[in-house]
């Protein structure tokens, strides 16, 4: 690098020397000749330093794939400071407790209600992962055989068997899991587990037929080989345990399993879990079993909200890294699956599109592939969107629904009005730190709106239940008129 430099400072010296020659003895037709000979040496000797400096730079600063970013001390660093929050979480509980009862209180009655009648929740899930191993695959093999002409009628089998994974899905993992947390009246974290596996194997059983119908379309219209290429059982399932949703024949393998990693983030996740407990306890369940009782005016509203943000971006920070990178960094550790692009750097994006692209790439690539590009026409770009954000929006309030036991459609209206909004305001050409600063301040605004409105309702549930509710009671927020009612009393 530095005898580039030294020659370019040499030709430098020469063109000078030459100009002034050629300006005392008049040899312009040389000059000209010489001029363009060194225009083009100059251009071949700055690209090389242009090109030398570029591969000097990319050696210089490795890059860091997201699931490694915990490994570097910066971020080690702000790993340590929500360490050191939690500490004082616990620290201000056993105080307060101990002040209180006159001794250390060490119970966890909150967690042993949130994910109370677990052994019921186990053997749903049960239920729920061998119907998904046995029903979407003996079916689609099934059809795979029809298309060959084994039986007969290979359109009739395809209405059939197509019908028949309807249903089931329909009914078999859409309906009979909501049916038993419903009637079972099971606490929230429980509700969590069900529901959010229910929606994981929905999308997984969806991607494996999406996946596998076209290469046998394919082959019943060439007969390239002598039979369909149905996938190996080991093959499915793999891929149920696997931390994608996008079906693959065959997925980038690491040579070893590093069993220590896999404790240390089962671990994390445990300490996700005390970390919620102690946000609620601390920061949550004492303003809204008081503020419940109270009449909300527009003060005390603003008061709220503003009140929830540090709970929220708590709990939201938390719910990313206990789930999208300790939990499905274990299993693909597990699994010795490769490929760990579970998200991406959310927390630099200036636009809400970057952000919804990048938070959950998992759920994303999902969306992409089998609701934006399947059901995406030429000029219908934004109506495509418009789709995917809805059916976004309603699979996370029908969770939420199902989880609390009550309709109240804040987090969908968020979606659908205020993140449509966000993503054309909030472009991909927006560039700058302002724009990733009002890209937080807005995600900070939105936490403290659900964690309050959600938790109001929560506590209005309870406060004001209803014997034999009709059904505008039951899709009205009870919290809307909870307060009024013991306002007046």
């Given at each position: 690098m530095q005898l580039l430099l030294v020659y370019f400072i040499f030709y430098i010296f020469l063109f000078l020397v030459f100009l002034i020659c050629t300006n005392v003895f008049g040899f312009q037709h040389l000059k000209n000749d010489l001029l363009r000979q060194f225009d083009s040496q100059v251009s071949d000797l700055v690209d090389h330093l242009l090109e030398e400096s570029s591969s000097l730079e990319r050696s210089s600063v490795p890059k860091i794939l997201p699931h490694e970013l915990f490994e570097v001390d910066h971020i080690r660093t702000i790993y340590h400071m929500f360490i050191a929050l939690l500490i004082l979480f616990i620290l201000s509980t056993l105080v307060v407790d101990f002040i209180d009862e006159g001794r250390l209180v060490l119970d966890f009655d909150l967690l042993v209600y949130a994910f109370g009648q677990f052994p019921l929740v186990v053997c749903t899930w049960m239920c729920m992962f061998l119907s998904v191993f046995l029903v979407p695959y003996t079916l689609f093999h099934l059809w795979a055989q029809s298309q060959s002409g084994s039986y007969g009628h290979p359109r009739v089998s395809s209405l059939l068997l197509g019908s028949a994974f309807l249903t089931?899905?329909?009914?078999?993992?859409?309906?009979?899991?909501?049916?038993?947390?419903?009637?079972?009246?099971?606490?929230?974290?429980?509700?969590?587990?069900?529901?959010?596996?229910?929606?994981?194997?929905?999308?997984?059983?969806?991607?494996?037929?999406?996946?596998?119908?076209?290469?046998?379309?394919?082959?019943?219209?060439?007969?390239?080989?002598?039979?369909?290429?149905?996938?190996?059982?080991?093959?499915?399932?793999?891929?149920?345990?696997?931390?994608?949703?996008?079906?693959?024949?065959?997925?980038?393998?690491?040579?070893?399993?590093?069993?220590?990693?896999?404790?240390?983030?089962?671990?994390?996740?445990?300490?996700?879990?005390?970390?919620?407990?102690?946000?609620?306890?601390?920061?949550?369940?004492?303003?809204?079993?008081?503020?419940?009782?109270?009449?909300?005016?527009?003060?005390?509203?603003?008061?709220?909200?503003?009140?929830?943000?540090?709970?929220?971006?708590?709990?939201?920070?938390?719910?990313?890294?206990?789930?999208?990178?300790?939990?499905?960094?274990?299993?693909?550790?597990?699994?010795?699956?490769?490929?760990?692009?579970?998200?991406?750097?959310?927390?630099?994006?200036?636009?809400?599109?970057?952000?919804?692209?990048?938070?959950?790439?998992?759920?994303?690539?999902?969306?992409?592939?089998?609701?934006?590009?399947?059901?995406?026409?030429?000029?219908?770009r934004l109506a495509a969107m418009l789709f995917v954000f809805t059916i976004s929006a309603a699979v996370h309030e029908y969770i939420l629904a199902v989880c609390f036991g009550f309709f109240y459609p804040v987090l969908f209206c968020l979606f659908m009005c205020f993140g449509m909004m966000f993503n054309f305001i909030l472009h991909d050409r927006r560039k700058g730190p302002i724009w990733n600063v009002i890209m937080w301040t807005a995600l900070f605004l939105g936490q403290g709106v659900i964690i309050c409105l959600y938790s109001q309702e929560w506590y209005a549930q309870r406060y004001c239940p209803l014997k034999e509710p009709s059904f505008l009671e039951m899709v009205t927020p009870r919290s809307w008129s909870c307060q009024t009612g013991l306002r007046t009393d």
């Open positions: 089931y899905q329909v009914l078999g993992l859409g309906l009979l899991p909501a049916y038993v947390v419903v009637t079972n009246s099971l606490p929230p974290a429980s509700c969590f587990i069900i529901i959010i596996e229910q929606v994981r194997l929905m999308m997984k059983a969806h991607s494996f037929v999406r996946e596998n119908v076209p290469k046998v379309l394919s082959w019943a219209k060439d007969k390239t080989s002598p039979g369909p290429a149905v996938p190996q059982v080991s093959q499915y399932l793999y891929f149920l345990f696997a931390p994608t949703l996008i079906y693959r024949d065959k997925y980038p393998r690491n040579p070893v399993t590093r069993w220590s990693y896999v404790a240390s983030n089962f671990l994390q996740v445990l300490g996700c879990l005390c970390y919620a407990y102690y946000v609620f306890v601390r920061l949550c369940i004492p303003q809204f079993r008081s503020i419940s009782l109270q009449f909300l005016d527009l003060r005390a509203m603003v008061l709220c909200v503003f009140n929830s943000i540090l709970p929220g971006v708590l709990v939201l920070l938390l719910a990313f890294f206990a789930f999208l990178h300790c939990w499905l960094n274990a299993f693909a550790e597990m699994l010795r699956f490769a490929d760990r692009m579970f998200y991406k750097d959310w927390w630099n994006s200036t636009s809400f599109a970057n952000y919804y692209r990048t938070w959950n790439v998992v759920v994303h690539d999902w969306l992409y592939y089998y609701v934006y590009r399947d059901f995406l026409l030429k000029r219908f």
